[in-house]
């Protein structure tokens, strides 16, 4: 079974840090295209991060550019997300989810991780 | 505000058709880019729904259909049941933003 499962969310101070990690299995994930989204509370979904299966490439959204940094480690099969420089306004649950190919869809996803950023 | 339109809410009755759609521009959905489709059930992760504008994956009943015109797409479900009853998001790639959302439908089975 296709299986992501993310950890690390938690409570932070404006302007902390925060490591997001994503556990994947039951598929080969050094072929595959990571992502990451988020949803805040109440809202709707939010495109962060995408990482291709090597590494070799890498996108942000412009709201999270400069402060998140995306990484894989094939070896291990995770995915994780650097948070730094943490707003209020990234408070959200932060999903995993396997890329569908190019400028594709998101499938499956895991069940998500909550990071409140609350003084 | 998201780069693709949804309505914010939609109903209707057990038996029922309902549509829900998603406008785009010249950027996404008029560029060209496919058309996904996401259902999140209460307190769940999102599920794809439909992908590539029109095809279900595996195990997704067939009453869930998508289809895409132009800078716009919608999905339709026929024969409503309760618990169908969730929020419903749709999704392409833009030129400028890369991915991108609607900002999702409520769905209440009335």
């Known amino acids: 079974e296709v299986q992501l499962v993310e950890s690390g969310g938690g409570l932070v101070q404006p302007g902390g840090s925060l490591r997001l990690s994503c556990a994947a299995s039951g598929f080969t994930f050094s072929s595959y295209s990571m992502n990451w989204v988020r949803q805040a509370p109440g809202k709707g979904l939010e495109w962060v991060s995408y990482?291709?299966?090597?590494?070799?490439?890498?996108y942000y959204a412009d709201s999270v550019k400069g402060r998140f940094t995306i990484s894989r480690d094939n070896a291990k099969n995770s995915l994780y997300l650097q948070m730094n420089s943490l707003r209020d306004e990234d408070t959200a649950v932060y999903y995993c989810a396997r890329d569908g190919g190019l400028r594709s869809w998101f499938d499956p996803w895991g069940q998500g991780t909550l990071v409140t950023v609350s003084s | 505000q998201s780069v693709l339109t949804q309505p914010p809410s939609v109903s209707g009755a057990p038996g029922q058709r309902v549509t829900i759609s998603c406008t785009g521009s010249?950027?996404?959905?008029?560029?060209?880019?496919?058309v996904h489709w996401y259902q999140q059930l209460p307190g769940t992760a999102p599920k794809l729904l439909i992908y590539g504008n029109s095809n279900r994956p595996s195990g997704v009943p067939d009453r869930f259909s998508g289809s895409k015109s132009g800078t716009s797409a919608s999905l339709a479900i026929t024969g409503l049941q309760a618990e169908d009853e969730a929020d419903y998001y749709c999704q392409s790639y833009d030129s400028s933003l890369r991915w991108v959302f609607g900002g999702g439908t409520k769905l209440t089975v009335l």
């Open positions: 010249s950027s996404n959905i008029g560029a060209g880019y496919d």
């Open positions: 990482i291709s299966s090597s590494s070799s490439t890498i």
